[in-house]
């Protein structure tokens, strides 16, 4: 536990006008209030005020809110009072206090409509002084970093509040070291497995490739020496559940994400930001789309940097983030930072035409407005489509029509709001209302969206959602749901082929006897083995020998050439697998974009040739707004996926010897043909080709892991699927 004067000294020593009576009366009054109060793991309750007092010391926080700090369990958890407190501290601490002790009462994991009222009761408590979140944000640090002690249930429950509201919290103020360790433990606590199967692929690269991320830090620094740039460079891994979020976002694999490892350049003016960048394009090809000039244009949140990747040594993908120290101080520690620096001359330098001097920080003035929208009585409904809203960037917020919130990652689609609602309800959606107007299930989803889901019993989900839908919660239940329908079918078809077999014998179905029958063949239940001859992996005829029935041998052959025979009848049976058209329509799908089974589709009548098939986000629908009566609803058939589809994919590719060949060599590993290839060089740029490729694939999964596996290719820059 750490001591009194150590607390103290820590404070002082960034500020030398800190108010060490009252650290150390704080340190006593609250040590003495929770006396023998200990926490789960058993210590000492006044360990966790003491570490997250500790914490904020890291921050360089006011002595005050140090202070704050070590009070901020005792009205809620001890005989203190509010009165008590502001008697012995003073006004301005118990305000922070009371505020920290309102915030405790405030469920944040609520699915109810209740959750938006106190998502701004919270930030009401929290944006009256800022300095109420820096250690609510401290005090969920502390908790996250012990929370091995709490059982498992509520564990879940802190996580996922950490996740949903805290870090994105911790983000918006630009505090990116809390945000980070508050994700990480979160992601370990709800996700334990994808946690330990992206540390051990970690520590494994890491063996692989050994010393290079040391070689590449030493590469960059001394390229900007001999330029006259003294510069730190920091290697640094990806965190565990940063990957995970890419490898969502992406639909990559693991073995697919070649850029693991990230650096950082800290230089000291800005002047030798934007030198340090031009330096590094010139020494390494630099991947077009990926320079980002966070210093001219900052993020809300106050983050300043350059961004670029380049293809550095060992022609791996160096991702670069160049900045002054100054901005990174502020990177890591956002609105905290700002507090200490916003009195300091050379800080004013640095920040020169970032804000004024004296001025609050953007991240401040965000709070300060939600405050404002606040106390002009928005509804909570209203208030959450505003604002709410910029605070998670990387969230959407939508609504049911009673107005239950619904918060997704951003992408996230009506399949995966239908899921996140309730999993009977995304297995049985069909359609979707945005807003009081039909939408296709797989548009994006916006902030504030009322969200209706249109639900049939007789649905089941089709497989190819599995690679639309954006949430863990969805894909998973899609596949549940795809597997359970599945089975049922083989199920049923079993049941007919043994029906059969045993009427050609003059014998009826006898639940008691196929029951009987069943654990002889290896299996649990009546419908696994039912389901096991219907998909082919056990014969009908098994079913019969294992009801003690004799059965010919040349029976057992003939019954198994039927079987194959049928199945490649079937796949022939359609050219384009579609539903929605009657009658013998010709059916061709477009050659500008091409389509497959994953893909919204719409029919398109052309007179006198037949329906032409589209994407829904082919360009080329345009020229049909204005005749709706040309345009059919059609859906792909469920079972599409013996065919091979045409996609149209744009890649921009560096000119460089073996480029094409990488890209060949991955979609001919991934079983995907090519159908045309055009390559044009790009206008302009000497160094990159366009290439226009038209694939045949299986479906919007097969062409995600196509596109997903250009992407790791050092060759390719950037790979989209063509709108025409
Ligand atoms: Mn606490």
């Known amino acids: 536990m750490m001591r009194q004067y150590e607390l103290v000294e820590r404070v002082v020593k960034y500020d030398p006008d800190a108010d060490e009576d009252l650290l150390n009366r704080a340190y006593v009054y609250a040590m ?22 500790a914490i904020l010391t890291e921050m360089k926080l006011d002595d005050a809110t140090v202070a704050a700090a070590l ?17 012995k501290f003073g006004k301005e601490i118990a305000s922070l ?8 009462k405030i469920d944040l994991v609520t699915t109810e409509a209740t959750q938006a009222e106190n998502l701004r009761k919270l930030l009401l408590a929290m944006s009256k002084d800022v300095r109420v979140l820096m250690v609510k944000l401290a005090d969920r640090l502390h908790n996250m970093r012990t929370i091995e002690h709490v059982k498992p249930e509520k564990r879940l429950r802190i996580a996922q509040e950490t996740m ?17 360790e508050l994700e990480d433990i979160s992601f370990r606590v709800l996700n334990p497995d994808a946690n330990k199967i992206i540390q051990d692929r970690l520590s494994q690269l890491h063996e692989e490739s050994g010393d290079v991320l040391r070689e590449i830090e030493k590469a960059l620094a001394t390229k900007l020496a001999e330029n006259g740039i003294k510069a730190e460079v920091y290697g640094r891994e ?24 990230g650096f950082r350049v800290l230089v000291g003016t800005v002047d030798q930001c934007y030198r340090a960048i031009g330096i590094a394009h010139r020494t390494w090809r630099a991947i077009p789309g990926r320079f980002k000039d966070y210093i001219s244009t900052p993020k809300q949140n106050d983050y300043r940097s350059l961004h670029t990747t380049v293809i550095g040594p060992h022609h791996m993908r160096v991702e670069m983030q160049i900045r002054t120290r100054l901005m990174h101080e502020i990177a890591e520690r956002g609105v905290a930072a700002h507090a200490l620096y916003k009195d300091a001359p050379d800080a004013r330098e640095a920040l020169d035409g970032f804000r004024p001097p004296g001025a609050e920080s953007n991240a401040y003035r965000w709070l300060r407005h939600l405050v404002e929208m606040l106390q002009e009585g928005e509804s909570p409904k209203e208030f959450l489509e505003h604002t709410k809203l910029e605070l998670f960037h990387d969230q959407v917020f939508c609504f049911t029509p009673k107005g239950q919130l619904i918060a997704l990652p951003r992408g996230a689609t009506p399949i995966d709001f239908a899921y996140a609602v309730h999993t009977s309800i995304g297995d049985s959606c069909v359609g979707c209302k945005v807003n009081g107007r039909h939408a296709p299930l797989v548009a994006e989803l916006q902030n504030g969206d009322e969200v209706d889901i249109i639900r049939s019993d007789a649905q089941v989900p089709p497989p190819a959602w599995e690679s639309i839908a954006v949430t863990g919660k969805a894909r998973a239940a899609i596949r549940r749901a795809t597997r359970a329908a599945m089975r049922k079918q083989f199920a049923g078809l079993g049941r007919e082929i043994v029906e059969k077999l045993l009427a050609k014998q003059n014998r009826p179905m006898v639940a008691k006897e196929i029951a009987a029958a069943v654990p002889r063949l290896g299996h649990k239940n009546v419908d696994d083995t039912m389901a096991a001859i219907g998909r ?22 003939e019954s198994r050439r039927k ?14 697998p579609v539903r929605g058209l009657s009658g013998n329509m010709a059916l061709t799908i477009s050659k500008e974009t091409g389509a497959v089974p994953g893909e919204r589709i719409v029919g398109i009548s052309m007179p006198g040739e037949g329906v032409t098939i589209y994407p829904i986000f082919a360009k080329a629908l345009e020229q049909f707004d204005s005749q709706p009566e040309r345009w059919i609803d059609l859906a792909w058939d469920s079972d599409a996926s013996q065919q091979m589809f045409p996609a149209r994919i744009n890649v921009i590719l560096l000119n460089e010897i ?11 590993d991934h079983g995907g043909n090519i159908d045309e290839l055009q390559m044009m060089a790009r206008q302009g740029v000497r160094d990159f080709f366009d290439l226009d490729i038209l694939l045949e694939v299986h479906d919007a999964r097969h062409l995600n892991d196509i596109i997903a596996g250009l992407r790791t290719r050092n060759a390719v820059s950037a790979v989209t699927r063509a709108t025409g």
């Open 71 to 87: 009070l901020h369990d005792t009205v809620e958890d001890t005989e203190a009072t509010h009165q008590e407190i502001e008697e």
């Open 164 to 180: 949903d509201i805290y870090a994105p919290l911790a983000g918006r103020m630009g505090m990116q070291t809390v945000r980070d």
């Open 536 to 557: 082919g992996d056990l014969s009908g005829y098994d079913m019969l020998k294992a009801m003690g029935l004799t059965v010919e041998a040349s029976q057992m052959r």
């Open 97 to 104: 206090v009371d505020g920290l002790t309102k915030i405790k």
């Open 563 to 576: 079987g194959t025979t049928k199945k490649s009848d079937q796949s022939q049976a359609a050219s384009v």
């Open 658 to 668: 073996g480029a094409l060949a990488q890209v060949t060599q991955v979609i001919g």
């Open 238 to 261: 990806k965190r565990p559940y940063s990957i995970w979020r890419k490898m969502e976002r992406k639909h990559l694999s693991l073995g697919q994400l070649s850029d693991i490892f």
């Open 32 to 53: 003495k209030a929770h006396g023998n109060q200990t926490r789960a793991s058993g210590e000492a309750y006044f360990n966790h005020p003491l570490e997250v007092a």
